[in-house]
């Protein structure tokens, strides 16, 4: 049996090359061809398998050229210089490294923090310029101070952790994060009103979504304690930088530490050139050991898939056999999409998540289906998920996964019904896969209905009153809000009742809240699928 070759065409450690060579696996090490998209494309056919760090382009042009890739291993978390889709379409495991980076990003948080209580760089600069300006750089102690953690994942943990033996007290924000798991960390659990109102300092480990981007807002700062101080380490766009500008200048936050930024290369910012202001061109991950550890991870990896089929870190497919896909693909599109809905219904932190397969979906893979339901549960909140990902995600916030197999007990052959148990309540939908292949949603709240997915919705929760259906038609259609479908279900007359309609396209926020102003309404939500 001839054995597979790999192409690293970015620079990894010599280390990761013997990891290949030491597995059986031919190995051809050109650490700058990643720069020559033409001889990439030239020679790509040749090998089984790719790994890269950020210097190679995996593109659609190059992927055609692939004839035998099985996969791409990306050293690091960043899979953007890797086009998914024309990979997934190639049948090519595109795989990463989330969590060989946690420590040195959560180290420099910890350095950034450091330097900004003694103002360490501008200190630094002066000295060296033969100044001795003792009485100017008046610093503060962490000890004692409240640090306030938005997203407690697992970078996030591991600051909480150094700065709880620094002797500081932590509080998070994570919605993900349940009591017990907060409990087991030494944090306090809050809402982020709450954290604004108390930190010292404030720093992000959360990723950058719809939902996080500028969760540091002008509104934000001004809730916020005179003096804070502000450290982001995560991802640029989570603070909006020219109202952390204007509150840098009023004295409301006293200092600030970036090692991202909105823009990146970052040659200019309006947060560059203030007095109290820190600033690193994306240091997070600049470690000799995180180097190392990427590059030896990415190369366990793939030597595993190559060897064996075992499939770890990957961003695009689940662990699924070539006899079980055809079958489980559906049913994996279903259980995403339940997760989903669900997911971007949920504000509050999950506690427990009960999957229950009935039917001949009981006899599949389910492992694969509930990584599936956990990737969509998840991916509104946190971004970046994966099917591979989510449970390991899932554990880290301490969420219950529980998974239930029966016989049918419906009227559908197979049926999938996800709960979502929060502080504040619990939710409960159900979907089916008709003859035709499509998922469909049968079952929301107890309330019977039949609809399919469509990629934008709304879903509206209100009694069932004579006039309403009218007035909801009546508002879209005056927003110019088309309507492709409209799907309605009610527990009883005069009870709760349930409107998911299909729209053409993306659903203004001012036309969302038009409609959740409406008298009988108890939740309004865009959902997009």
Known sequence: MTAPKVLISDALSEAAVQIFKDRGIDVDFQPNLGKDKEKLAEIIGNYDGLAIRSATKATAKILEKAAKLKVIGRAGIGVDNVEIPAATAKGVIVMNTPFGNSITTAEHAITMMLSLAREIPAADASTQAGKWEKNRFMGVEITAKTLGVIG??????????????????????????????????????????????????????????????????????????????????????????????????????????????????????????????????????????????????????????????????????????????????????????????????????????????????????????????????????????????????AKERGMVVDEVVRAAESDYESLITLKVATEKQERSVSGTVYADGKPRLVDIKGIRVDAEFGKSMIYVTNEDKPGFIGKFASLLGDAKVNIATFNLGRHSQGGDAIALVEVDGPVPAEVIAQVQALPPVKQAKALVF
């Open 152 to 393: 407690c994942g697992n970078i996030g943990s591991i600051v909480a952790d150094r700065a709880l033996g620094l002797k500081m007290k932590v509080i998070a924000f994570d919605p993900f994060l349940s009591p017990e798991r907060a409990r087991d960390l030494g944090v306090e659990k809050v809402e982020l009103e709450d954290l604004f109102k108390r930190a010292d300092f404030i720093t992000l480990h959360t990723p950058l979504t719809d939902k996080t981007k500028n969760i540091i807002d002008a509104a934000a700062i001004a809730k916020m304690k005179k003096g804070v101080r502000i450290i982001n380490c995560a991802r640029g766009g989570l603070v909006d930088e020219q109202a952390l500008a204007e509150a840098l200048k009023s004295k409301q936050v006293a200092g600030a530490a970036f090692d991202v930024f909105s823009e990146e290369p970052a040659t200019t910012n309006v947060l560059f050139g203030l007095p109290n202001v820190i600033c690193t061109p994306h240091l997070g991950a600049s470690t000799t050991e995180a180097q190392e550890n990427v590059a030896l991870q990415v190369a366990e990896q793939m030597s595993d898939y190559l060897l064996s089929g075992a499939i770890t870190n990957a961003v695009n497919f689940p662990s699924i056999t070539a006899e079980e896909a055809p079958k489980l693909k559906p049913f994996i599109e279903l259980a995403e999409k339940l997760g989903s809905f669900a997911g971007q219904l949920t504000d509050s932190g999950i506690t427990k998540v009960t999957i229950t397969y009935e039917g001949h979906v009981a006899e599949m893979k389910i492992k694969a289906l509930t990584s599936a339901v956990l990737s969509g549960l998840l991916r509104p909140m946190l971004g970046d998920i994966n099917v591979v990902s989510a449970p390991v995600i």
